[in-house]
Nanobody
Framework: QGQFVESGGGLVQPGGSLRLSCAAS????????IVWLRQAPGKEREGVAC????????RYASSVQGRFTISRDSAKNVMTLQMNNLKPEDTATYYC??????????????????WGNGTLVTVSS
């Protein structure tokens, strides 16, 4: 059975940066669309960024376009989310997820095969 181990959350000031990582075990990330989602207090979960399986096409939520970058390290079987110029409205619990053979246009709406446990990101001065 596969699983993710998440790391990298924390407290950061507005304008700062954080890097989130999810190390996968028991399955190969290359075979999956990889997705970052977040859920802020009192709000619904939303897709943030994704990469399709076996390709490099990406998709970003408009609210993070130009500030966040998703990547996949196939050799290490790790996915990351680099977050720059963070804003207070980015405060949320961030989750990594994966969908086998998923394609980037639908990545935010899939029923995912694997989920990370979530890591809290707080942007505050």
């Amino acid at each position: 059975q596969g699983q993710f181990v998440e790391s990298g959350g924390g407290l950061v000031q507005p304008g700062g940066s954080l890097r989130l990582s999810c190390a996968a075990s028991g399955f190969l990330l290359d075979d999956y669309a990889i997705v970052w989602l977040r859920q802020a207090p009192g709000k619904e979960r939303e897709g943030v960024a994704c990469i399709g399986s076996r390709d490099s096409y990406t998709r970003y939520a408009s609210s993070v376009q130009g500030r966040f970058t998703i990547s996949r390290d196939s050799a290490k079987n790790v996915m990351t989310l680099q977050m720059n110029n963070l804003k207070p409205e980015d405060t949320a619990t961030y989750y990594c997820a994966a969908k086998r053979h998923g394609h980037w246009p639908l990545c935010f709406v899939y029923e995912m095969d694997y989920w990370g446990n979530g890591t809290l990101v707080t942007v505050s001065s």
